[in-house]
Nanobody, 122 residues
């Protein structure tokens, strides 16, 4: 199967920066879209940023110009550079892989990571 493992969360002061990373492992043939979502307490999970295998990116309006998503296709990794962090960015951040093709299996699949906590506070 496929596993997504995130790293890089933590506590940071407002205005600070953090970098999240996610590595996908398993019998992966290809991953069309990798991305980051977040869920704050009492709120629904929301899209933060995604990037396709061709490099097309999508950002939530709330993080545009502050966050940057990148990926390394050969390593099946995705990163999220978060700058100018605000208290409202506090959430559990989840990595997601969409339209994943698996060696020896027909069809495509989606997977979530386990999440990493980001807390922006003084």
């Amino acid at each position: 199967q496929v596993q997504l493992v995130e790293s890089g969360g933590g506590l940071v002061q407002p205005g600070g920066s953090l970098r999240l990373s996610c590595a996908a492992s398993g019998s992966i043939f290809s991953i069309e879209t990798l991305g980051w979502y977040r869920q704050a307490p009492g709120k629904q999970r929301e899209l933060v940023a995604t990037i396709t295998s061709g490099g097309t990116t999508t950002y939530a309006d709330s993080v545009q110009d502050r966050f940057t998503v990148t990926r390394e296709n050969a390593k099946n990794t995705v990163s999220l550079q978060m700058n100018s962090l605000k208290p409202e960015d506090t959430a559990v951040y989840y990595c997601r892989a969409d339209r994943v093709t698996i060696r020896g299996r027909f069809g495509n699949f989606a997977y979530w990571g386990q999440g990493t906590q980001v807390t922006v506070s003084t």
